[in-house]
């Protein structure tokens, strides 16, 4: 979120490879978590504290290639962004702490894996922020979804994001006419 309220937030979608919707992996992470935190950067004039990083789409077997490649490109561009050679270096500078946590679709309510975390521990630490935290924070965020009276199932950011997606994929297949290739995006 841009502000302290969680209500004003931008995205940024890139078009994934052709046939790269099997994985799901963010093939531009890096660029695109750059982009967002410059942004936030020049209305703030600092770099964001915290940044929790909800991933939607993430299949069990997902989760270790999600962990290597994802959560590694945006802890790339936190560390080239503050100046810092490695997570330790950006730390002990008081650099934005990180939060990466998959949405898993249940019957009626989300739950949530954590798979990195820097914010409720000390340490960078796989498996880490205590879940009651994350699912109290993401409840309250399906309260902020602004376009209908009742809360949705998932947090606000990640319903923003799949309408970034849709938008895209729409936008390319209009200028294209057809439907090649898959939207990610992130929000």
Not at 152 to 179: C, M, N, T, W
Request: aromatic letters at 10%.
């Amino acid at each position: 979120s841009m502000d302290q309220y969680f209500t004003q937030y931008i995205g940024r979608f890139t078009r994934q490879p052709h046939g790269s919707n099997q994985t799901e992996i963010l093939t531009n992470l890096k660029g695109m978590a750059m982009e967002i935190l410059k942004e936030f950067q020049q209305a703030h004039g600092r770099l964001p504290k915290f940044i929790v990083f909800l991933r939607d789409g993430v299949t069990e077997g997902q989760m270790l290639e999600v962990l290597q490649k994802e959560v590694q490109a945006l802890i790339d561009a936190l560390c080239e962004l503050t100046g810092a050679r490695s997570v330790k270096d950006r730390l002990r500078s008081n650099g934005p702490r990180i939060c990466f946590a998959v949405i898993r679709k249940g019957h009626k309510v989300p739950s949530y894996v954590v798979l990195y975390d820097e914010i409720w521990h000390d340490r960078p630490d796989p498996i880490a922020m205590p879940l009651e935290q994350i699912q109290k924070m993401c409840f309250a965020l399906c309260h902020l979804y602004g376009y209908c009276q009742m809360a949705p199932s998932l947090p606000a950011p990640v319903v923003y994001a799949h309408k970034i997606a849709e938008r895209a994929r729409l936008y390319y297949q209009h200028l294209e006419g057809s439907d090649s290739g898959s939207m990610l995006s992130t929000g």
